[in-house]
Protein backbone atom coordinates (compact mmCIF):
# COMPACT_ATOMS: atom_id res chain seq x y z
CA UNK A 1 0.00 0.00 0.00
CA UNK A 2 0.95 3.42 -0.86
CA UNK A 3 2.22 5.67 2.11
CA UNK A 4 0.82 8.90 0.46
CA UNK A 5 -2.28 9.29 1.94
CA UNK A 6 -3.90 11.80 3.51
CA UNK A 7 -6.55 11.26 5.67
CA UNK A 8 -9.88 13.75 6.72
CA UNK A 9 -11.84 12.87 9.19
CA UNK A 10 -14.88 14.93 11.18
CA UNK A 11 -18.81 16.17 11.46
CA UNK A 12 -20.56 16.82 8.18
CA UNK A 13 -20.69 20.51 7.31
CA UNK A 14 -17.50 21.20 8.95
CA UNK A 15 -15.27 21.88 5.28
CA UNK A 16 -13.96 18.52 4.52
CA UNK A 17 -15.29 17.85 1.30
CA UNK A 18 -14.00 21.14 0.03
CA UNK A 19 -10.00 21.16 1.62
CA UNK A 20 -10.33 17.35 0.67
CA UNK A 21 -10.78 18.48 -3.04
CA UNK A 22 -8.19 21.42 -2.70
CA UNK A 23 -5.55 19.18 -1.40
CA UNK A 24 -6.25 16.39 -3.93
CA UNK A 25 -5.62 18.98 -6.93
CA UNK A 26 -2.52 20.39 -4.73
CA UNK A 27 -0.70 17.32 -4.49
CA UNK A 28 -2.43 15.56 -8.04
CA UNK A 29 -3.91 12.72 -5.65
CA UNK A 30 -7.10 10.90 -5.93
CA UNK A 31 -9.81 11.19 -3.30
CA UNK A 32 -11.82 9.01 -1.77
CA UNK A 33 -15.11 9.91 -0.32
CA UNK A 34 -16.37 6.92 1.88
CA UNK A 35 -19.38 9.17 3.25
CA UNK A 36 -21.14 8.24 -0.34
CA UNK A 37 -20.49 4.26 0.41
CA UNK A 38 -22.35 4.56 3.51
CA UNK A 39 -24.77 6.88 1.71
CA UNK A 40 -25.05 4.62 -1.27
CA UNK A 41 -26.11 1.72 1.37
CA UNK A 42 -28.30 4.05 3.46
CA UNK A 43 -30.39 4.74 0.32
CA UNK A 44 -30.19 0.84 -1.15
CA UNK A 45 -31.53 -0.26 2.60
CA UNK A 46 -34.10 2.32 2.58
CA UNK A 47 -35.32 1.31 -0.97
CA UNK A 48 -35.70 -2.48 0.05
CA UNK A 49 -37.49 -1.62 3.29
CA UNK A 50 -34.72 -2.76 5.37
CA UNK A 51 -34.51 0.41 7.81
CA UNK A 52 -37.44 -0.39 9.91
CA UNK A 53 -37.98 -0.09 14.00
CA UNK A 54 -36.03 -3.25 13.96
CA UNK A 55 -32.64 -3.20 11.49
CA UNK A 56 -31.36 -6.80 10.85
CA UNK A 57 -27.57 -6.46 10.01
CA UNK A 58 -27.35 -9.45 8.53
CA UNK A 59 -29.93 -8.34 5.84
CA UNK A 60 -27.59 -5.54 5.37
CA UNK A 61 -24.69 -7.41 4.71
CA UNK A 62 -26.40 -9.31 2.31
CA UNK A 63 -27.33 -6.42 0.36
CA UNK A 64 -23.45 -4.79 0.41
CA UNK A 65 -22.46 -8.45 -0.68
CA UNK A 66 -25.63 -8.91 -3.32
CA UNK A 67 -24.37 -5.87 -5.12
CA UNK A 68 -21.29 -5.44 -6.91
CA UNK A 69 -19.63 -1.96 -5.99
CA UNK A 70 -16.61 -0.71 -8.23
CA UNK A 71 -14.73 2.36 -7.97
CA UNK A 72 -14.00 4.38 -11.60
CA UNK A 73 -11.15 7.21 -11.26
CA UNK A 74 -12.88 10.48 -12.45
CA UNK A 75 -9.77 12.51 -13.56
CA UNK A 76 -11.72 15.41 -13.85
CA UNK A 77 -13.29 15.90 -10.40
CA UNK A 78 -10.06 13.96 -9.04
CA UNK A 79 -12.75 12.06 -7.50
CA UNK A 80 -13.09 8.02 -7.26
CA UNK A 81 -16.60 7.18 -8.79
CA UNK A 82 -18.14 4.68 -7.17
CA UNK A 83 -20.12 2.22 -9.34
CA UNK A 84 -23.21 -0.25 -8.67
CA UNK A 85 -23.40 -3.00 -10.85
CA UNK A 86 -21.29 -1.21 -13.38
CA UNK A 87 -23.58 1.36 -13.33
CA UNK A 88 -23.18 5.08 -11.51
CA UNK A 89 -26.19 5.97 -9.20
CA UNK A 90 -28.41 8.41 -10.24
CA UNK A 91 -30.08 8.80 -7.43
CA UNK A 92 -29.36 12.07 -5.17
CA UNK A 93 -27.24 10.67 -2.39
CA UNK A 94 -26.26 13.94 -1.16
CA UNK A 95 -29.84 15.34 1.11
CA UNK A 96 -29.87 14.91 4.77
CA UNK A 97 -32.49 12.20 4.86
CA UNK A 98 -30.25 10.15 2.82
CA UNK A 99 -27.70 11.02 5.52
CA UNK A 100 -29.32 9.67 8.40
CA UNK A 101 -30.12 6.91 6.33
CA UNK A 102 -26.28 6.29 6.18
CA UNK A 103 -25.28 7.28 9.72
CA UNK A 104 -28.16 4.43 10.64
CA UNK A 105 -26.81 1.47 8.28
CA UNK A 106 -22.63 3.06 9.59
CA UNK A 107 -23.28 1.90 13.39
CA UNK A 108 -23.25 -1.69 12.36
CA UNK A 109 -19.94 -3.97 12.58
CA UNK A 110 -21.03 -6.38 9.90
CA UNK A 111 -21.83 -3.09 7.56
CA UNK A 112 -18.49 -1.12 8.64
CA UNK A 113 -16.04 -4.65 7.86
CA UNK A 114 -18.16 -5.27 4.76
CA UNK A 115 -17.10 -2.10 3.79
CA UNK A 116 -13.23 -2.40 5.03
CA UNK A 117 -11.22 -4.31 2.11
CA UNK A 118 -12.73 -1.86 -0.54
CA UNK A 119 -11.98 1.09 0.87
CA UNK A 120 -8.33 -0.06 1.47
CA UNK A 121 -7.64 -1.63 -1.87
CA UNK A 122 -9.37 1.76 -3.23
CA UNK A 123 -5.35 3.15 -2.05
CA UNK A 124 -3.32 0.28 -2.99
CA UNK A 125 -2.47 1.39 -6.33
CA UNK A 126 -2.90 5.02 -5.92
CA UNK A 127 0.66 7.07 -5.69
CA UNK A 128 -1.62 9.47 -3.43
CA UNK A 129 -5.00 9.26 -1.64
CA UNK A 130 -6.90 11.63 -0.10
CA UNK A 131 -9.66 9.87 2.16
CA UNK A 132 -12.50 11.51 3.87
CA UNK A 133 -15.00 9.84 6.66
CA UNK A 134 -15.48 9.78 10.28
CA UNK A 135 -12.60 6.11 10.49
CA UNK A 136 -9.86 6.68 8.00
CA UNK A 137 -7.53 7.91 10.33
CA UNK A 138 -8.48 5.80 13.47
CA UNK A 139 -9.42 2.65 10.98
CA UNK A 140 -9.19 2.72 7.70
CA UNK A 141 -5.46 3.98 6.92
CA UNK A 142 -4.35 3.79 10.54
CA UNK A 143 -0.88 4.35 8.89
CA UNK A 144 -1.33 7.52 6.81
CA UNK A 145 1.22 10.20 6.69
CA UNK A 146 -0.98 12.97 7.58
CA UNK A 147 -3.95 12.65 9.33
CA UNK A 148 -6.82 15.79 10.01
CA UNK A 149 -9.75 15.96 11.62
CA UNK A 150 -12.07 18.95 10.93
CA UNK A 151 -14.47 19.94 13.34
CA UNK A 152 -17.14 22.95 13.71
CA UNK A 153 -19.70 23.69 16.32
CA UNK A 154 -23.45 22.41 15.48
CA UNK A 155 -24.55 25.62 15.61
CA UNK A 156 -21.48 26.88 12.47
CA UNK A 157 -22.17 24.05 10.18
CA UNK A 158 -26.23 24.70 10.46
CA UNK A 159 -25.89 28.43 9.67
CA UNK A 160 -23.61 27.07 6.68
CA UNK A 161 -25.89 24.36 5.28
CA UNK A 162 -29.25 27.33 6.40
CA UNK A 163 -27.30 29.54 3.72
CA UNK A 164 -26.11 27.07 1.21
CA UNK A 165 -29.91 26.20 0.73
CA UNK A 166 -31.17 29.81 0.68
CA UNK A 167 -28.91 30.49 -2.10
CA UNK A 168 -29.64 27.19 -3.90
CA UNK A 169 -33.25 28.76 -4.19
CA UNK A 170 -34.67 26.13 -1.49
CA UNK A 171 -36.84 26.32 1.61
CA UNK A 172 -35.09 25.65 4.76
CA UNK A 173 -36.36 24.92 8.47
CA UNK A 174 -33.21 26.07 10.72
CA UNK A 175 -34.64 24.63 13.60
CA UNK A 176 -34.59 21.23 11.76
CA UNK A 177 -31.71 21.30 9.75
CA UNK A 178 -29.74 22.20 12.98
CA UNK A 179 -32.19 18.92 15.15
CA UNK A 180 -30.55 16.35 12.44
CA UNK A 181 -27.00 17.64 12.72
CA UNK A 182 -27.12 17.01 16.53
CA UNK A 183 -29.19 13.94 15.81
CA UNK A 184 -26.07 12.47 13.40
CA UNK A 185 -23.16 14.05 15.42
CA UNK A 186 -24.70 11.59 18.47
CA UNK A 187 -24.80 8.62 16.73
CA UNK A 188 -21.29 8.30 14.86
CA UNK A 189 -19.45 9.82 17.83
CA UNK A 190 -21.41 7.57 20.24
CA UNK A 191 -21.86 4.27 18.13
CA UNK A 192 -19.59 0.95 19.39
CA UNK A 193 -17.46 0.54 16.05
CA UNK A 194 -14.90 2.99 14.77
CA UNK A 195 -17.14 5.88 16.18
CA UNK A 196 -16.52 9.50 14.85
CA UNK A 197 -12.96 10.89 16.81
CA UNK A 198 -10.08 12.23 16.05
CA UNK A 199 -7.34 10.18 15.80
CA UNK A 200 -4.60 10.26 18.46
CA UNK A 201 -1.91 11.89 15.72
CA UNK A 202 -4.40 13.89 13.95
CA UNK A 203 -3.76 17.87 13.53
CA UNK A 204 -7.31 18.94 14.95
CA UNK A 205 -8.90 21.86 13.54
CA UNK A 206 -12.17 23.54 14.40
CA UNK A 207 -12.96 26.18 11.69
CA UNK A 208 -15.88 27.68 13.06
CA UNK A 209 -14.69 30.50 13.06
CA UNK A 210 -12.21 30.29 9.98
CA UNK A 211 -12.46 30.72 6.72
CA UNK A 212 -11.85 27.67 3.98
CA UNK A 213 -8.50 29.56 3.03
CA UNK A 214 -7.02 29.60 6.28
CA UNK A 215 -8.28 26.24 7.33
CA UNK A 216 -6.45 24.95 4.13
CA UNK A 217 -3.25 27.11 4.39
CA UNK A 218 -2.69 25.56 8.19
CA UNK A 219 -3.76 22.14 6.73
CA UNK A 220 -1.48 22.30 3.90
CA UNK A 221 1.48 23.54 6.50
CA UNK A 222 0.57 20.32 8.58
CA UNK A 223 0.47 17.71 5.17
CA UNK A 224 3.68 19.61 4.10
CA UNK A 225 5.84 19.21 7.22
CA UNK A 226 4.57 15.23 7.29
CA UNK A 227 5.22 14.57 3.82
CA UNK A 228 9.27 16.63 4.13
CA UNK A 229 9.43 14.25 7.35
CA UNK A 230 8.19 10.67 5.50
CA UNK A 231 10.79 12.09 2.71
CA UNK A 232 14.10 12.79 5.29
CA UNK A 233 13.32 9.56 7.31
CA UNK A 234 12.96 7.47 4.16
CA UNK A 235 16.57 9.00 2.56
O1 LIG B 1 -19.57 12.34 5.32
P1 LIG B 1 -21.04 12.07 5.04
O2 LIG B 1 -21.95 13.11 5.63
O3 LIG B 1 -21.29 11.88 3.56
O4 LIG B 1 -21.37 10.66 5.74
C1 LIG B 1 -22.67 10.15 5.84
C2 LIG B 1 -22.76 9.21 7.04
O5 LIG B 1 -22.02 8.03 6.76
C3 LIG B 1 -22.21 9.74 8.35
O6 LIG B 1 -23.18 10.42 9.11
C4 LIG B 1 -21.69 8.51 9.05
C5 LIG B 1 -21.36 7.56 7.93
N1 LIG B 1 -19.92 7.45 7.67
C6 LIG B 1 -19.19 6.61 8.49
O7 LIG B 1 -19.73 6.06 9.44
N2 LIG B 1 -17.88 6.40 8.24
C7 LIG B 1 -17.25 7.02 7.23
N3 LIG B 1 -15.97 6.79 7.00
C8 LIG B 1 -17.98 7.90 6.40
C9 LIG B 1 -19.32 8.13 6.66
Redesign the pocket.
Given at each position: MTNQIITIDGP?GAG?GTVAYRLAEHFGFELL???????II?LLAFQQGLLGDEIDEDELERLIYSINLSFRPNTAQRTVQILIDDKPLTDDIRTETV?AY??KV?VFPKV?NALLDLQRNIASNKTGLVA?????GTV?FPDACAKIFLTASAKARADRRFLQLQQAGKTADYDDILAKIVA?DE??ENRTV?P?RPAPDALVIDSSDKSVDVVFDEILAFVDGQLNSMTTNIN
Open positions: SKDSGALYRGGASARDGRDMIRRDAS
